[in-house]
T-cell receptor
């Protein structure tokens, strides 16, 4: 079975401090993993993706994530938060099920608040 | 290159009314999806179309129907709207089963059912 757990529903950081958004997953196959960002009243935008290449993935706007198979984690980090990073972030897992079709599961989201 | 477009952006319905949400993509993607987003629940898949000519139920299909009109267009129909269908609806597309699973999203339709 495939699932995604975002460990924090809300994260609050001060501007200029590091960001850590946590995500754990389970998958029966070799998954692809994604982080999407959603700014208020907007659609979802891809931040970064892991598809079985390098385990440390760099994305847009200074974000990166590390795929750790032993811990089944794909945490999102950024060294220094900006006010514009305030948004909701979704961790997503995608793999092929036994029928060969791609199944995609979204986490429930983490709202990031950045305090001036 | 507009990506994924959705119409309308906003809609208010009365209980029992019907409507169709339209979605189109210009990326030549094979697969298309309809999601609903509710507070604290992330995105839940309503229906998807793995390729032109096929549609399948997702996690929450009850009360909805879909049509994959052609490769570009995938519509979602509410035959008899209910207040529980008040939500934000997102259409998405992806290359398909040969791709890495990345989906491209439209801007969403905010639907209120009174």
């Amino acid at each position: 079975a495939q699932s995604v757990t975002q460990l924090d529903s809300h994260v609050s950081v001060s501007e200029g401090t590091p960001v850590l958004l946590r995500c754990n997953y389970s998958s029966s196959y070799s998954p692809s993993l994604f982080w999407y960002v959603q700014h208020p009243n907007k659609g979802l935008q891809l931040l970064l993706k892991y598809t079985s290449a390098a385990t440390l993935v760099k994305g847009i706007n200074g974000f990166e994530a590390e795929f750790k198979k032993s811990e089944t984690s794909f945490h999102l980090t950024k060294p220094s938060a900006h006010m514009s990073d305030a948004a909701e972030y979704f961790c997503v897992v995608s793999d092929r099920n036994s029928g060969g079709y791609q199944k995609v599961t979204f986490g429930i989201g983490t709202k990031l608040q950045v305090i001036p | 290159n507009a990506g994924v477009t959705q119409t309308p952006k906003f809609q208010v319905l009365k209980t029992g009314q019907s409507m169709t949400l339209q979605c189109a993509q210009d990326m030549n993607h094979n697969s298309m999806y309809w999601y609903r987003q509710d507070p604290g629940m992330g995105l839940r898949l309503i229906y998807y179309s793995a390729s032109e000519g096929t549609t399948d139920k997702g996690e929450v299909p009850n009360g909805y129907n879909v049509s994959r009109l052609n490769k570009r267009e995938f519509s979602l129909r509410l035959e008899s709207a209910a207040p529980s269908q008040t939500s934000v609806y997102f259409c998405a597309s992806s290359v398909g089963t040969s791709g890495g699973g990345e989906q491209f999203f439209g801007p969403g339709t905010r639907l209120t059912v009174l």
